[in-house]
């Protein structure tokens, strides 16, 4: 699969989120994300930027309730469009690992681009809100890309004070993880598994 074809696209639209995803997994970082979500549109900016995708968003869902489906719905749509972008995953790296500080909290991301979703994620956050954001919803979100994207996640946050901080840490550490996981292995033939395929 030739670098020029890893890109993926989706568009979801339920009773309660309408959300266009496209991403280009070789990019140069390049966003631009309007989502209703003021908070998810900061975050998957940095996702984009560290991890080098160029990630283009329009959404909206019934943020009036709360912005919990359009959180959830949008993991569901960015694990959807990295699935496609990978194709067959013939010749990715498929492991990722970054440590990210955030000024004095400390993320860890790990990523094993396996086609077998689960998500570990130990991130205690002393706030429940950062603004008008919920913070349960990194998990939900986190939850979501990893159950449709097929990815083996593991998250840990070593330390924080500052929730902003803590959040911040994790997704950057995210896209330069997930960015490691995706690129290119030119000794890979395929798959890079002793089984053939993942």
Partial sequence: MGKTSRVGKVHRTTKETDIKLNIKLDGLGTTSIRTGVSFMDHMLTLFGVHGFFDLDIEGRGDTE?????????????????????MGDMS?????????????????????????????????????????????????????????????????????????????????????????QAVSIEPRAKGPLSSKGSL
Avoid: W
């Fill in 65 to 85: 309730v709360d912005d919990h489906h359009t959180v959830e719905d949008l993991g569901i749509c960015l694990g959807q469009a990295l699935k496609s972008a």
């Fill in 91 to 179: 010749g990715i790296c498929r492991y990722g690992f970054s440590a990210i500080p955030m000024d004095e909290a400390l993320a860890q991301v790990t990523v094993d681009v396996s086609n077998r979703p689960y998500l570990y994620f130990d991130a205690p956050m002393k706030e429940q809100k950062v603004g008008t954001f919920d913070t349960a919803l990194t998990k939900e979100f986190l939850r979501a890309l990893s159950l449709h994207a097929g990815l083996t996640l593991h998250i840990k946050v070593e330390h924080g004070e500052n929730t902003h901080h803590i959040i911040e840490a994790v997704f950057k550490a995210l896209g330069r993880a997930l960015g």
